[in-house]
């Protein structure tokens, strides 16, 4: 059966309701207090049963990736789908490139994959690689379910809240400078440059 994985805080398997699984607060819920905020501003890829907290939520058959988040700005989660992460992660470090803007992305440790080299060793300001791995709830048992692979939060647009969670819900690795608002241009025209040449 084909898994799609990763629809805001949702796992589940095609066509097969029962398998819906949802992210457990212990991951998005340290998140939170870390960056002191109640909620999300934004879930583009949310879903009816998520337990992730969000003011504006995309949920199907509305279509997050082709929406345009800056009508949200703030804080944004995104748990794209783990088949085809990377235009999800491009349009993180979109939103995170505005001013005053951050989004966490939770994603598969896969540091061999292009979309890995193109949007989170070269766009991401931070990557916390979380101690556990994720253990999914099952909504209509309450069961859990635990994750094939470790996990990590991807943090784009500022490291806020990065330095609370170190040491606790996982290990920070930071890769560059926070966005400085002088610099945001040249470091879109880099980053855009990034994902060109990974297109050819």
Same mark, same amino acid.
């Given at each position: 059966m084909t898994e799609?994985?990763?629809?805001?805080?949702?796992?589940?398997?095609?066509?097969?309701?029962?398998?819906?699984?949802?992210t457990p607060p212990e991951v998005f819920g340290p998140?939170?207090?870390?960056?002191?905020?109640?909620a999300f501003t934004l879930d583009p890829c949310s879903h009816s049963l998520a337990l992730v907290p969000a003011r504006h939520r995309i949920v199907p058959p509305d279509d997050g990736l082709a929406a345009d988040w800056s009508r949200w700005p703030g804080l944004a989660w995104v748990n794209g789908p783990y088949s085809d992460i990377g235009p999800w992660l491009e349009r993180c470090w979109r939103y995170g490139s505005m001013?005053?803007?951050?989004?966490?992305?939770?994603?598969?440790v896969d540091t061999a994959t292009s979309w890995w080299r193109r949007f989170v060793w070269a766009a991401a300001e931070a990557v916390l690689f979380l101690h556990e791995r994720v253990r999914f709830i099952k909504?209509?048992?309450?069961?859990r379910s635990g994750a094939?692979?470790?996990s990590a939060l991807v943090f784009y647009?500022? *490291?806020?809240?990065?330095?609370?969670? &170190?040491?606790?819900?996982? +290990? /920070?690795?930071?890769? *560059?400078p926070?966005?400085?608002?002088? &610099?945001?241009?040249?470091? +879109? /025209?880099?980053?855009? *440059?990034?994902?060109g040449e990974g297109e050819r």
């Open positions: 799609q994985l990763g629809i805001d805080g949702v796992r589940s398997a095609v066509a097969v309701d029962s398998d819906v699984e949802l998140v939170l207090a870390a960056l002191r905020a109640d001013v005053g803007c951050i989004a966490v992305a939770l994603v598969k909504p209509d048992a309450g069961e094939k692979w470790p647009g500022a *490291r806020n809240g990065v330095a609370a969670l &170190h040491g606790r819900l996982g +290990e /920070a690795m930071y890769l *560059r926070p966005f400085l608002t002088e &610099h945001q241009a040249d470091a +879109e /025209a880099i980053a855009a *440059r990034i994902v």
